[in-house]
C-alpha cells in the first residue's frame, strides 16, 4: 500500500486488526476506513482481503455494491441531490441540471477544486418539501436553481 504519509497504512491497519475477528466486521471495518480517509483506497483491498479472510474479490465487490463507498478521495463536502420521484415531480431535474453545470461535475465527480463531491440519493425524508438536498450534514428544502447558488455561497 503507498502511502507518502503513512496515514493510510495505518489508519488500514488498525481498523483490519480490530475488526479480523468480528463475523461480519467487513462492513464496520470500511466505514471506520472511509471515517477516518474520506475513501477506501484501492490499494487497501489485498490487505483487507487477507486480514479478513475473504478474498480480493469479495471485498472489492461490498466496496463497489455500496455507494458509501468511494475508493479515490471524495470533495470536503458530498451534495446529495434528491433523484426520487417526490422531488421530480417539483422540479429536481432542472435542479439537478443546474448542479452539475454549476459544478463542472456528474453524479460521482469531484469538483477541481476539492471542495464538492456530487452524489445522486434517493430519498432524503423530505418528500413533502421538495425538491431538496443534503449539504454535507445539511438537508435543505424547496430548493430551485437560485437557492441552491445562495447555498452553494454559504458552505
Do not use: W
Amino acid at each position: 500500500m503507498c502511502s507518502s504519509s503513512g496515514a493510510p497504512v495505518a489508519v488500514v491497519s488498525a481498523a483490519v486488526r480490530k475488526y479480523a475477528d468480528i463475523p461480519g466486521g467487513l462492513l464496520p471495518l470500511l466505514h471506520e476506513i472511509q471515517a477516518g480517509l474520506g475513501y477506501v483506497p484501492k490499494d487497501s483491498v489485498a490487505v483487507i482481503a487477507e486480514g479478513m479472510g475473504l478474498s480480493r474479490a469479495e471485498v472489492h465487490g461490498v466496496i463497489s455494491f455500496y455507494h458509501d463507498f468511494r475508493n479515490k478521495p471524495g470533495g470536503q463536502k458530498t451534495i446529495h441531490v434528491c433523484r426520487a420521484e417526490a422531488c421530480q415531480a417539483v422540479g429536481s431535474r432542472q435542479l439537478e441540471a443546474h448542479v452539475k453545470t454549476r459544478l463542472g461535475v456528474d453524479y460521482g465527480e469531484t469538483t477541481a477544486d476539492g471542495r464538492y463531491a456530487l452524489e445522486a440519493v434517493y430519498c432524503l425524508g423530505n418528500c413533502a418539501c421538495g425538491p431538496s438536498i443534503r449539504i454535507a450534514d445539511d438537508v435543505f428544502a424547496r430548493v430551485d436553481a437560485d437557492r441552491f447558488d445562495e447555498l452553494l455561497g454559504d458552505t
